[in-house]
Structure formats: C-alpha cells, structure tokens
C-alpha cells in the first residue's frame, strides 16, 4: 500500500504513521524528519534546509523531491510506505504521480487527517519529543510521568526549532496556501479519504483503518 499523509501541521500525521508502521509493516517516510536529521548532522542539506525549516518555509521542492525519489527505490518500500508530510504542494504531487507511473506504482490512498486550527495550535506549542527514541508527548494532551524525561528509555525531551508560536503561524499560512489545495488534487483522482483527526489518538486511528478498509 502506498499512501499519502495530507494534513496540516500538528494533525498528526506523526503519531498515526508510527501506529500504520506497526500495522502495515511499511515503512514511513517523513520528508520533516530526513531534513531535521540533515540538521542535527550539520550536512550540506541540513545547513541549507534549516534557514526554511527554522522560517516555517517550505524547503525548495527539488531538494525534497530528489529526497523521496532516492528513498522510495530503496528495497524496503518495495510493499509499500506511508508518505508523511510529502508531497506539500501541487509540483510536488506531480513530480510523485510521474516519479511513480515510471514505476508503474501509483498512489493508492491520500489520507486527509483534519483538525481545527485552535487546536493544531495546542498540538504544536505542546509537542515534546525524545532525543533518544524519537517518542512524542504533548504537555496539554499527553504529557511524560516525569517533567523533560521520556517514559519509554529515560531519554531527554526536546521542543521542536519550528514549534514557536510566530513559526507556527506561518506553517499554517503556508498549508493553507500550498498544501491545502492536495486535498482537491486527491479527490479529483478519486483516491482522496477524509479522516476527522479530533479525539483520542486510538480513535483517529480506527477511523483511518476503517477507512483504508473500505478501500
Ligand atoms: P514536518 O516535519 O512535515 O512538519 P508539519 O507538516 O508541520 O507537521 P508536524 O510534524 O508538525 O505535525 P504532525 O501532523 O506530524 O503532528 P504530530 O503527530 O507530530 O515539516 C517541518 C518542516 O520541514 C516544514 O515546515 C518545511 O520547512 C520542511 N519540509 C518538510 N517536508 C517538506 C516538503 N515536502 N517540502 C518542502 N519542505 C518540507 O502531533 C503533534 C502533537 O500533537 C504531538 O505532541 C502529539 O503527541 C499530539 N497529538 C497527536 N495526535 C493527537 C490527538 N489525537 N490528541 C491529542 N494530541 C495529539
Ligand atoms: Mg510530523
């Protein structure tokens, strides 16, 4: 299965491709977390994605395209991957429906996880997430046993550069704007599955797996 995960900043695209992962056996591939990988590491993409990342910009679409293309050949996507926060605009997609019909593999499901904006906002100023094993926590919604320390392996919890609330601001004027339109794009192919992305994270997702049941 290979699907597409569209949905604005902090509707937990994150959290639910951990739990599909598990489910499906795929891999996810977070074009967010290859770039925030690139900057922790200070590589020559890292150091250019990270004056966009740390904007709320959305890094130039031949960086990120060039980034899904390699992953997507590699062998452990051969059953399929979950695409989590790529394609972010129109371009993108068709750079994916070409990358892909080359293939001879097209998309099978774009999975739009809708929340509202005073929510997302929560989601996002909230958000903690483990140096060590990358587990997220939410100080409003789900917060670790002990302040700053992740329950899993006793790890330390770091907010995100991008999680500030004027950055924050313009990640979503920036879904708006260009990624919003995916929605459209997707269901003009038939393959768009709206998912309401309030509630507990186990509801939101039964109603994903109900969804991509009907399929
Ligand atoms: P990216 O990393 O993709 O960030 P994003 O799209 O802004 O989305 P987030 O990761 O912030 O949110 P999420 O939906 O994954 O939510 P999460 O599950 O974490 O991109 C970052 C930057 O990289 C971009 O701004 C851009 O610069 C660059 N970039 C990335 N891809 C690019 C591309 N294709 N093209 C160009 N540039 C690109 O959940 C959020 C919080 O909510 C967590 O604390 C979680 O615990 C909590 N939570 C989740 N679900 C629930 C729930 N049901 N109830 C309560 N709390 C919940
Ligand atoms: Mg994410």
Redo the contacts with the bound molecule.
């Keep these: 299965m290979k699907l597409v995960l569209l ?11 951990k739990k599909l992962i598990e489910k499906f056996d795929i891999p996810q591939i ?4 290859i ?2 990988k690139a900057v922790a590491d200070g590589t020559a993409l890292g150091k250019e ?1 990270k004056s ?2 740390d904007k ?6 031949a960086v ?1 395209i060039g980034l899904v293309k390699e992953r997507i050949a590699q062998d452990d996507c051969k059953k399929g991957y979950i695409l ?6 129109t371009s ?1 997609a068709e750079a994916l429906d070409k990358v892909l019909a080359d293939m001879g593999a097209p998309v099978d499901v774009a999975l739009s ?1 809708d929340v509202d904006k005073d929510v997302l906002m929560r ?2 100023t ?3 997430t483990c140096k060590g094993c990358q587990q ?3 100080v409003y ?2 917060p670790p046993k002990k302040d700053g320390t992740c329950d899993k392996c006793g790890g330390e919890l770091y907010q ?1 550069d ?2 500030k609330e004027e950055t924050i601001n313009n ?1 979503l004027d ?2 708006e704007k260009s990624t919003a339109p995916l929605i459209e794009y997707y269901s003009k192919k038939e393959i768009l599955k709206p998912v309401n ?5 186990d ?2 997702f039964s109603s994903i797996c109900f969804v991509l049941e009907q399929k």
């Design positions: 949905g604005a900043p902090g509707a937990g695209k994150g959290t639910q491709a977070s074009t967010g977390d770039l925030r994605a966009y990342m709320g910009e959305l890094v130039p679409d990120v989590d926060g790529f394609p972010r605009n993108q996880v989601r996002l909230g958000r903690r997220m926590y939410n919604f789900s995100r991008d999680d990640r920036v879904y992305g309030i509630g507990s994270i509801e939101i």
